[in-house]
């Protein structure tokens, strides 16, 4: 199942700039600027990471643990944690997904936060489904639409 979430952000028509997060003034054109909500995919790629061995209180559940800063689709650079790989596993350049994710829990009366994370694409499916093809193991049906 996939799982929804909206990454918003800002487009600026001006200098044809997209920023996250949402900013209400283009930080380059200032007043010049027109600034309107954009929807980011989701999609990026891991442009640094740090794994972090010690957390703060409010994460020692999580450690360790990997931050990264991802290169989204559209442009802008998003710090985030990276989720469901190993910190052996990650490396610079890895293509990744925003999903959303439990971000951490506070007190006995367990106030929980939501927001996104980010995930590796897993495109495992598609290299099985090119090798069944290259393989001639599979027909594929008629899609109607
Ligand atoms: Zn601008």
Excluded: H
């Excluded at 900013?23 to 640094?48: A, D, L, M, N, W």
């Excluded at 989720?83 to 007190?107: H, S, T």
């Amino acid at each position: 199942m996939k799982e929804r979430y909206r990454l918003l952000g800002t487009y600026c028509e001006n200098c044809k700039t997209s920023f996250f997060p949402p900013r209400k003034i283009c930080p380059k054109c200032r007043r010049k600027g027109k600034t309107r909500q954009i929807e980011f995919s989701g999609r990026g790629r891991v442009f640094s990471y740090t794994v972090i061995n010690v957390g703060s209180k409010t994460f020692e559940n999580y450690t360790p643990y990997i931050i990264g800063l991802i290169e989204l689709e559209e442009g802008p650079r998003v710090m985030s944690q990276i989720v469901d790989c190993k910190p052996e596993e990650v490396y610079i350049g890895m293509k990744v997904e925003a999903c959303f994710r439990k971000l951490f829990e506070q007190g006995d009366n367990g106030i929980i936060s939501y927001g996104f994370k980010f995930r590796p694409v897993d495109d495992s499916w598609k290299e099985y489904y090119e090798k069944l093809l290259a393989d001639k193991k599979i027909k594929i049906a008629q899609r109607i639409n």
